[in-house]
């Protein structure tokens, strides 16, 4: 299974860093995790140079499954959690932008458990999952692929934050301004919603748009 993220918007996985024989997992379609090359992050939207906000694989803002798994080993070798306890983990760790729903979570735990790196103990109707001394060696033989994942969200969470401090600073500038710019900054916070979830490359464009027009505001 081959990744990259390229023009379609396919997130090439930091848990291939180490070549042959370093993740050799099965995905959901039973195929190998066998990939050979990195090149820098999310490639060219985000972190390779450009504004781009992340990583969609996340298509639609889905990890692929070797990566979610690997993610999730590292978040259990840090304390024992429940599954709702680790999507909000990783929800937080991104700012906001990847939120795994349960039916990718659960699925990938169970696996985990399976194959004995994690182990779950039942909390009346909660389950509480823990890594395995068997977890524990397969993440330090992995640690730089997951570490390099969770940094990429923290990214993703430092940009979307001084967005969010750029879009807060404006507002209060502009209340009490003329009534065209506060109703082309609220036209702006409607486009703006209404795009979340957009694919890699509408993000892109949006991404340039919004650039474009800070550009043109300082009169560059």
């Known amino acids: 299974m081959h990744r990259h993220f390229g023009r379609h918007g396919h997130f090439r996985s930091p848990a291939h860093f180490h070549g042959p024989g370093c993740c050799h997992e099965p995905d959901d379609s039973g195929r190998y995790a066998m990939g050979r090359h990195h090149r820098g992050g999310f490639g060219r939207f985000g972190f390779g140079g450009g504004f781009g ?19 999730l080993l590292m978040l259990l070798a840090d304390r024992p959690s429940h599954g709702y306890e680790l999507i909000r983990a990783l929800e937080e760790r991104s700012g906001g932008f990847y939120s795994p729903s349960p039916g990718m979570v659960y699925p990938a735990l169970t696996w985990l458990e399976e194959v004995g790196y994690a182990s779950v103990a039942a909390e009346g109707a909660k389950k509480l999952y823990r890594i395995t001394p068997q977890g524990a060696e397969y993440l330090a033989q992995h640690k730089a692929a997951a570490e390099a994942i969770l940094s990429q969200l923290e990214q993703i969470a430092q940009r979307l934050g001084r967005v ?13 301004g003329p009534q065209e710019v506060w109703l082309a900054r609220r036209e702006l916070k409607e486009a703006l919603r209404a795009a979340r979830g957009s694919s890699a490359e509408e993000a892109r464009r949006i991404a340039q748009i919004l650039k474009d027009a800070a550009a043109k505001i300082r009169g560059r």
């Open 164 to 176: 969010r401090e750029a879009v807060a600073g404006f507002e209060e500038e502009a209340d009490g």
């Open 53 to 71: 906000m992340g990583p969609e694989s996340f298509r639609g803002r889905k990890m692929g499954s070797v990566d979610l798994r690997l993610v």
